[in-house]
């Protein structure tokens, strides 16, 4: 489509032919003796018809970019256009003119005519050549935007895939140690991971869940370690209502709070408390806390390079586009995970 038919731009492009129509006037007037209502008569639908006339410059850039075709044809084609479209309203002004009786003559005027006819058309070839430029680098910037867009996805994917596995592997770890302790606590927990594990799979490929959900799948976690650990396992949950529609990617929750069992409540002999926390942050975003209580005598085993904080790091990078941020701190027997997450459309 011409980029003149887009927005209502046509009816700016012949706004901007007004001064043009007013040069022609005076032209007309001062260097051909016409009265400025005979010089205006004629002026003005000279200006109307080149306005059109020069549109049909777009299709000629168009049809040459520039960069895949030499600059010879180029120049040669722009100009001999441009000196038939002159030609054409020369002419034209010529047998207006010759139409009406006029107290002067045109005819001095008419090389000036010319001239200011061929500048106009190679102007409106370089602006149209301007915006194909700029069609073209949006075109681009679109394409690179849907080319981080779909790497992103695939690295979310990619990530989400090895979420499951690795839970997969300390659930069944958990279940292998309740077994030779208590069997019957073990079938338990291998019904509610049945119950788990269903309903992660009917996630599918959301890239998003609200937060109320995603701490609700790791509730239903807690409550399988909950049989393993009985007592010595407390949770608290301390979310603010209007955080529980935030969108989160899926089962992002779930390698902290599975830290906080194996690296913290399974190496405690005392009981101990996991607290997920989430409230709205100074951004309008939301912040999230994942805190466990740990053995303060020993450092804890969670290393910045372990899976669990890797793992969320690079799938609040791939998801948030680096707006969203990951604390960790230690101290006074509690191991504490801050995420803080930017603000959100469902907020």
């Not at 959900?213 to 603010?240: D, K, N, T, W």
Request: proline share 5%; charged share 15%; with cysteine.
């Amino acid at each position: 489509m011409h980029p003149l038919l887009r927005g209502g731009k046509l009816g700016l492009y012949f706004l901007a032919w007004l001064p043009i129509a007013y040069l022609l006037s005076w032209l007309l007037a001062v260097e051909g003796g016409l009265n400025w209502p005979a010089a205006a008569a004629i002026a003005v639908p000279l200006s109307v018809a080149y306005a059109l006339i020069c549109t049909s410059a777009w299709y000629a850039c168009r049809s040459l970019p520039l960069g895949r075709e030499t600059l010879r044809r180029i120049l040669i084609t722009h100009f001999v256009s441009a000196a038939v479209a002159a030609g054409i309203w020369t002419a034209a002004a010529a047998a207006l003119a010759a139409a009406f009786p006029l107290a002067g003559s045109i005819r001095p005027v008419l090389p000036a005519v010319f001239a200011m006819g061929l500048v106009l058309y190679l102007l409106a070839v370089a602006i149209f050549y301007v915006v194909l430029s700029v069609e073209a680098a949006q075109r681009a910037q679109a394409r690179e935007a849907e080319a981080h867009l779909l790497a992103g996805k695939a690295e979310l994917r990619a990530l989400k895939a090895q979420v499951n596995p690795h839970f997969l592997f300390n659930s069944l770890h958990s279940i292998s140690a309740l077994t030779s302790i208590d069997a019957a606590k073990a079938r338990e927990m291998c019904v509610l991971l049945g119950a788990f594990l269903r309903h992660t799979l009917g996630l599918g490929e959301k890239t998003e869940i609200p937060l109320a959900e995603e701490v609700a799948l790791a509730r239903s976690y807690l409550a399988i370690e909950q049989i393993r650990f009985g007592s010595r396992l407390q949770v608290r949950e301390e979310m603010e209502r209007e955080c529980e529609a935030y969108p989160v990617p899926p089962l992002m929750l779930q390698p902290l709070v599975e830290n906080a069992v194996v690296h913290g409540i399974a190496r405690l002999i005392e009981p101990g408390l996991i607290r997920i926390a989430a409230h709205r942050n100074s951004g309008g975003g939301v912040a999230l806390v994942v805190e466990n209580s740990f053995d303060g005598e020993t450092p804890p085993a969670r290393r910045p390079g372990g899976f669990g904080l890797v793992s969320v790091r690079k799938r609040l990078q791939a998801h948030y586009a680096g707006a969203a941020t990951l604390r960790t701190a230690a101290g006074d027997g509690t191991y504490r995970v801050e995420i803080q997450l930017p603000e959100g459309s469902n907020l």
